[in-house]
């Protein structure tokens, strides 16, 4: 079903005509000849997304699944901020981060996600946020053709892909994801949109 956003007449943006959208689900406007701030105002819109998808759910139907694969919106909330984590922090600049696999059960690549129930949406959003702030100052501070670091998640830099890959990959994974909420919220209470 298509979103109800209301859209104005076509206007030019730095020389390309873009549809303006008046919807908070709107792509961003920014048209930039830096991909890397491209790149950030996507990422920053997906995470927006995904969070208005989560509001106005109570903790019951954050932590229900509703889907036969048994994830939950509150599992793929946590999913995304370690999705985030392992490719910029972890993957791209090597750092040494506590739990890389900490979205799923018992710290286990390819397990199922898991939230311990002391963990709330709040803290799993607030995390989201802060690791959001961290990826916009890594693209603010390097080139996308350099390749991640050794000693993280990749064991020799020639193995490493380019910060380029990571962006486009982190970024589908948020837009396949949000999706993947679009229709859960969808199946809770009806709320249809981006």
Known sequence: MASSSTRAPRRPLCGVYAEAVTSPDAE???????PAEQFAAYLDHYRAVVVRKLDGLSD??????????????????????????????WGF???????????????????????PDDVSRDELVAAL???????RDILARHDLAERAAAGGRFAAEDESPTLLW??????????????????VRELVDGATGE
């Open 28 to 34: 961003p406007e920014l048209d930039s000849a830096n």
């Open 60 to 89: 019951d139907q954050l932590r229900t699944a509703l889907l036969p694969s048994a994830w939950t919106p509150l599992e793929l909330l946590t999913h995304l901020v370690h999705m985030e984590r392992r490719w910029f922090v």
């Open 93 to 115: 600049l090597g750092e040494q981060v506590a739990h890389p696999w900490g979205d799923n059960a018992d710290d286990v690549p390819e397990s199922p996600w898991h939230v």
């Open 129 to 135: 946020h802060a690791g959001g702030g961290r990826t």
């Open 166 to 183: 990571i962006c486009f990959h982190v970024l589908q994974e948020y837009a396949r994801h949000a999706g993947h909420l679009d229709v």
